[in-house]
Every structure is written in C-alpha cells, then in structure tokens.
C-alpha cells in the first residue's frame, strides 16, 4: 500500500491530504492512514502545509 500511496503523490504533483489519496485510489482510508504514518516515520514524506503532505525530497 505504502508503494501505491507514494505513486499517487507523484502523479499529484502537489501536497496532498489523505482523504486525497484515498478518492485518487478508491482504497479504505485506515489503509492510507496507516500508510501514511508508515511513510512519515520513514521520512519518505514530510508536511509542508498543516494537514497535507509531499514527498520528501
């Protein structure tokens, strides 16, 4: 899941909340949402506006 949710974000291009990535995907959000906190303790993402993230670079 982690793999899908770093791909929607490339293809965004932009920040992006969860809620985002879940209607791009279709998926369950606690699978974002667990991707997501995944993501963040590995620095792969970071939050450059409140409640929105991007990859980090």
């Given at each position: 899941m982690k793999e899908?949710?770093?791909q929607a974000m490339r293809?965004?291009?932009k920040p992006v909340?969860?809620?985002d990535v879940t209607k791009v995907l279709g998926a369950d959000r606690k699978e974002v949402d667990k991707a997501f906190a995944e993501l963040k303790k590995e620095g792969a993402i970071v939050s450059?506006?409140?409640c929105k993230?991007?990859?980090a670079e």
């Open positions: 899908i949710v770093l293809e965004a291009g909340s969860a809620g450059p506006i409140r993230w991007a990859l």
